[in-house]
C-alpha cells in the first residue's frame, strides 16, 4: 500500500476560528510519496495542519509512517499557526529512507512557539 501526492494536491486540517487544526496521519506499508506544485505554481503537494488567521488554538500533528518518504520538487510537510497557540509537530518514521529534494519540512508559530520536527529512518 503506498500513497502518492502530485501536482498540488494535499491533506489538510485546518481552522478559521476558535480550537486546535486537527491532525494528519498517513500509515503506508510501502512509500510515501510528496511531488510537485499545481499547474499554476499556487500550492506544493504536501500535508498540512493550520490554524489560519484569526484563529486561536493549537497546530495539530503530523504523522507519517511508512516503508519510505519522498518530498520532491517544492512538496511540503508543515504544522503551523498564525493565531495564539504552539505549532504542531511533525514525525517522520521511515523503515527504509527519506529523500528531500527541493522540499520543505517545518513547523511555524506567528507569535508563540514552533513545533518538534522528529525523523526516524532505517529502524
Same mark, same amino acid.
Given at each position: 500500500?503506498?500513497?502518492?501526492?502530485?501536482? #498540488? !494536491?494535499?491533506?489538510?486540517?485546518?481552522?478559521? /476560528?476558535? &480550537?486546535?487544526? =486537527?491532525?494528519?496521519? $498517513?500509515? +503506508?506499508?510501502?512509500?510515501?510519496?510528496?511531488?510537485?506544485?499545481?499547474?499554476?505554481?499556487?500550492?506544493?503537494? #504536501? !500535508?498540512?495542519?493550520?490554524?489560519?488567521?484569526? /484563529?486561536? &488554538?493549537?497546530? =495539530?500533528?503530523?504523522? $507519517?509512517? +511508512?516503508?519510505?518518504?519522498?518530498?520532491?520538487?517544492?512538496?511540503?510537510?508543515?504544522?503551523?499557526?498564525?493565531? #495564539?497557540?504552539?505549532?504542531?509537530?511533525?514525525?517522520?518514521?521511515?523503515?527504509?529512507?527519506?529523500?528531500?529534494?527541493?522540499?520543505?519540512?517545518?513547523?511555524?508559530?506567528?507569535?508563540?512557539?514552533?513545533?518538534?520536527?522528529?525523523?526516524?529512518? #532505517?529502524?
Amino acid at each position: 500500500m503506498s500513497l502518492a501526492l502530485t501536482n #498540488g !494536491a494535499q491533506l489538510s486540517a485546518s481552522t478559521f /476560528g476558535q &480550537g486546535n487544526a =486537527g491532525n494528519v496521519r $498517513i500509515n +503506508a506499508r510501502d512509500r510515501v510519496t510528496l511531488d510537485g506544485i499545481s499547474s499554476d505554481g499556487s500550492s506544493p503537494s #504536501g !500535508a498540512f495542519s493550520r490554524v489560519e488567521s484569526p /484563529g486561536v &488554538g493549537k497546530g =495539530g500533528t503530523i504523522d $507519517i509512517i +511508512a516503508g519510505s518518504v519522498a518530498l520532491t520538487n517544492g512538496a511540503q510537510l508543515n504544522a503551523s499557526t498564525d493565531g #495564539g497557540g504552539n505549532a504542531g509537530n511533525v514525525t517522520i518514521n521511515a523503515r527504509d529512507t527519506l529523500e528531500l529534494n527541493n522540499s520543505s519540512i517545518s513547523t511555524n508559530a506567528v507569535s508563540v512557539g514552533g513545533g518538534d520536527i522528529t525523523i526516524t529512518t #532505517g529502524v
